[in-house]
């Protein structure tokens, strides 16, 4: 079985407002519970007045957390992460409106290259999770459908979709720090938490150059 585990950065608004990059990142591993134990020590390694937290975010977390989590997810010898990122000053006028299609656009993408690059076998059981809260519920609806319909037509092992909040799955919180790093390359120009990961990034696509 391989568990994959979503998370997306950014905001697919158009708005002055919104983010110049949009980010969209699977980690793949058989094993989640190397993952759930990063968080697990990270959360245990907090001052005495933050403990209470019920879940790490990396936006909110400080910069000692942040490296603790992605030194020790860069560590695991069963984890992989795969990340596509959108640059949306080059999406079609026409798309940008189109936020459902954009969104399943963006991530077919991602999940086309675990069948090209052959990171999965087609008769693999796969359990995918994603963060129930991160994504509106239109979105969120469409691209589960989505991904039953496209990654059904494609593989003949089984596929278990779950929406989970991230203060119950802990390989969520994992997979967001992750995902946050690569965002913040691009958003930010700063590389110094993606350099701490980098090694397990095996497909990081550029979308809209």
Known sequence: MAYLFIDESGDLGFSKGSSKWFTFTIILTTNKRPLEKVIKKARTSLRKNHKRVNELHAYHADEVTRKRVLKGLSELDDLRVLSIILNKEKVYVDLQNQKNYLYNYVANILLDRLHTKDILAVNEHLDI????????????????????TSLGAKRTGNIDITL?????????QAVDFVSWAIFRKYERG??????IIKNKIVEENLLFP
């Open 129 to 148: 999770c994603f963060d129930r809260k991160d994504t509106k519920k239109n979105l969120r609806d469409n691209f589960v459908s989505y991904l039953q």
């Open 164 to 172: 989970s909040a991230s203060h119950q799955e802990k390989a969520l």
């Open 190 to 195: 700063d590389y110094e938490y993606y350099e």
